[in-house]
């Protein structure tokens, strides 16, 4: 029992360059989320999918798009990566039903855009 | 605007103390919530969870939770070293609501 899973782990992209981020959850999870981490500015909400086949925005989604492929796996993509999307990329789940909304994150992809 | 506030820190306490660990947030109609433990250069690992008012204890950990304030709190007894973290404070607001909001953690050092 993997939990949630994160690839790559680490990232140097050019300004320009696309990428695409992979998550996926092996706990039967109902929602997925993309956080980004940056110093004191805490973990901030990219986007998030209720249940498979619904995604929403959160607090910060300019320049991402996110994709929930199945129940297992919710994939974040940068189109066009730029200086200010260098940061640390979580995936988190939660189940979210029956009042169960703890989310578990994943181990996080490290990503430098130059 | 939903705020969750944490001290930055950091809080330095010797080993063996007590460590308290505060968090307040604005949106009173907040339902759920949550600690979480941050090593450097890893993810949050969750600690805690608390829905009711009052204390819900596990092993060293205390959670309490006070709604009229609002305010949620986390004890450490014993602290130790490998207790040195950085500590986030997670919230969910609203029932139909899937976000968490969090603040942005205490850092918390255990002097041996």
């Known amino acids: 029992n993997a939990g949630v899973t994160q690839t790559p782990k680490f990232q140097v992209l050019k300004t320009g360059q696309s990428m695409t981020l992979q998550c996926a959850q092996d706990?039967?999870?109902?929602?997925m989320y993309w956080y980004r981490q940056d110093p004191g500015m805490g973990l901030r909400l990219i986007y998030y999918?209720?249940?498979?086949?619904?995604?929403d925005k959160g607090e910060v989604p300019n320049g991402y798009n996110v994709s929930r492929l199945n129940k297992r796996e919710f994939s974040l993509r940068l189109e066009s990566a730029a200086p200010s999307q260098t940061s640390v990329y979580f995936c988190?789940?939660?189940?979210?039903?029956?009042?169960?909304?703890?989310?578990?994150f994943g181990p996080g992809t490290r990503l430098t855009v130059t | 605007q939903k705020e969750v506030e944490q001290n930055s820190g950091p809080l330095s306490v010797p080993e063996g103390a007590i460590a308290s660990l505060n968090c307040t947030y604005s949106?009173?109609?907040?339902?759920?919530f949550f600690w979480y433990r941050q090593y450097s250069g890893k993810s949050p690992e969750l600690i805690m969870s608390?829905?009711?008012?009052g204390d819900k204890e596990d092993g060293r950990f205390t959670a309490q939770l006070n709604k009229a304030s609002q305010y949620v709190s986390l004890l450490i007894r014993d602290s130790q070293p490998s207790d040195s973290a950085t500590y986030l404070c997670?919230?969910?607001?609203?029932?139909?609501?899937?976000?968490?909001?969090f603040g942005k953690g205490t850092k918390l050092s255990v002097i041996p």
């Open positions: 949106d009173r109609g907040s339902q759920s």
């Open positions: 608390i829905y009711s008012n």
């Open positions: 999918s209720a249940s498979e086949g619904t995604t």
């Open positions: 706990m039967n999870h109902n929602s």
């Open positions: 997670a919230v969910k607001s609203w029932a139909g609501s899937y976000q968490l909001t």
């Open positions: 988190a789940s939660s189940e979210s039903t029956g009042g169960a909304y703890e989310q578990y």
